[in-house]
């Protein structure tokens, strides 16, 4: 069958290069892709969010299935775009795809169907004093959130109740845009996260994938800033089968279910964001696609043609289809821009990238330039990702790999799933 993919990061280069596996796939396209995708499939120079354009592509070029890699698209609706064309869309309906557009949605929808989470508020600038007050009904520290997506920055935690309050005031005030016109507010969950990602097919039918935890902050022992993800790891030591049973129970079931008895339409990716708080699963956010950078140990433990299984759930039926896990530990590490997450420097020329072995690497903030060298155009410029038979064994394959690959302000985390290693439930 003949694919086009959408985006261009490093999940989308992970997705490309386990997608490329699969004898189903005659030709891939990936819009817009990066300086790593092309060795993958071919890269078209379209934005994902354009959906006129891609419908000419699809046409001229008779292509079967659409894979949304980012939420944009999903946000505003490619599913309902192309429901009636004759194309197969993985991924949600664009009421689907409020579980990650709307924080206020998502929340609402967990607490209507029984769902784990944080107790929360939802509050506008009219709604502002109640705002304050519902604060002063929670100990610190306090969390606010953007209802709309804001680039994975639209979440605040804070300890003073005083800043807490000025934050609300300013996000109110369009400190993330129109993302903050509504700002959800809900008490602070103590614990460890993980991500657990689910295919569903829309009529009941899912399959759990390979469980990952990944790493926000851009300096080592979880300080500094919140990032795109540093790095990530799968699986996770605490989400054995008892943890795993809950999750199954408590979270996944009533999610498809709770989808299928409001009418919504979702054949993708459900993201569950979840955090292990004193070994009971509760639901940080959902997203409507995979993570990243958990997609770059996610692809390399499953041992399935995921083509196979995408076609099923795009088609509404995961029938008795198998998603196979490989044993192993992945383990990626994300080699980022000097100066990330603030502002950071682009066209830096990348070097060794052809003396890593074994380990692969994803591309994520790259192109090429004229002379057809490979060179930087973001902040997270390339994930080196590892098998292993544990995580340190991992690690110290990415590690090798990052140490060969070079550009000017090269920066990465070395304690990436270091916490794990002897972790104790």
């Not at 990032?227 to 079931?253: C, L, Q, W, Y």
């Not at 830096?348 to 994803?362: A, R, S």
């Not at 057809?372 to 410029?381: H, L, P």
Request: glycine residues 12%; contains cysteine.
């Amino acid at each position: 069958m003949k694919i086009l993919l959408l985006g261009s990061g490093g999940r989308e280069s992970a997705l490309a290069w386990k997608m490329k596996q699969s004898p189903l796939t005659n030709e891939l396209f990936i819009a817009p892709g990066n300086g790593g995708t092309g060795q993958y499939g071919t890269n078209v120079a379209i934005k994902p969010t354009d959906f006129e354009a891609i419908d000419s592509f699809v046409t001229e070029n008779g292509i079967d299935m659409i894979v949304v890699g980012n939420e944009d698209p999903l946000v505003a609706g490619i599913y309902d775009y192309f429901e009636s064309k004759p194309v197969l869309v993985v991924g949600p309906s664009k009421q689907g795809a409020a579980l990650e557009g709307s924080k206020d949605f998502a929340k609402d929808f967990m607490t209507r169907h029984g769902i784990p989470t944080a107790r929360y508020q939802s509050f506008t600038a009219d709604t502002i004093e109640q705002g304050y007050k519902f604060l002063e009904s929670l100990k610190a520290p306090y969390v606010l959130k953007a209802d709309g997506l804001a680039a994975g920055k639209g979440v605040l935690i804070i300890d003073s109740l005083e800043e807490a309050k000025q934050s609300l005031k300013e996000m109110l005030d369009g400190m993330f845009g129109n993302a903050s016109a509504t700002v959800v507010i809900e008490e602070f969950l103590s614990g460890i996260e993980c991500s657990v990602f689910v295919l569903t097919d829309g009529n009941g039918g899912y399959r759990v994938l390979p469980v990952a935890k990944d790493y926000k902050r851009i300096g080592e022992g979880d300080t500094g800033l919140n990032t795109g993800g540093m790095g990530a790891v799968s699986p996770v030591p605490f989400a054995n089968g008892e943890f795993m049973d809950k999750v199954t129970k408590r979270i996944i079931e009533p999610t498809i279910k709770g989808l299928i008895a409001d009418n919504i339409t979702y054949r993708g990716f459900i993201f569950l964001g979840l955090i292990n708080v004193e070994g009971e699963p509760m639901v940080i956010e959902y997203n409507v696609r995979m993570g990243d950078p958990e997609t770059e140990v996610v692809m390399l433990r499953i041992a399935s043609d995921l083509v196979e299984l995408m076609q099923a759930a795009a088609k509404g039926d995961l029938g008795n289809l198998e998603l196979k896990q490989d044993p192993r530990t992945a383990v990626t590490v994300m080699m980022v821009s000097g100066g990330y997450p603030g502002s950071y420097p682009k066209g830096k020329i990348i070097t060794g990238l052809e003396n890593v072995g074994d380990t692969i690497l994803f591309h994520a903030g790259t192109t090429l330039n004229a002379e057809g060298d490979v060179i930087t155009s973001g902040g997270r410029v390339i994930a080196a990702s590892s098998y292993g038979q544990n995580i340190p064994e991992a690690l110290g394959h990415s590690f090798d790999a990052v140490s060969k690959v070079d550009f000017d302000g090269k920066y990465f985390r070395r304690d990436i799933g270091k916490d794990l290693v002897n972790y104790k439930s």
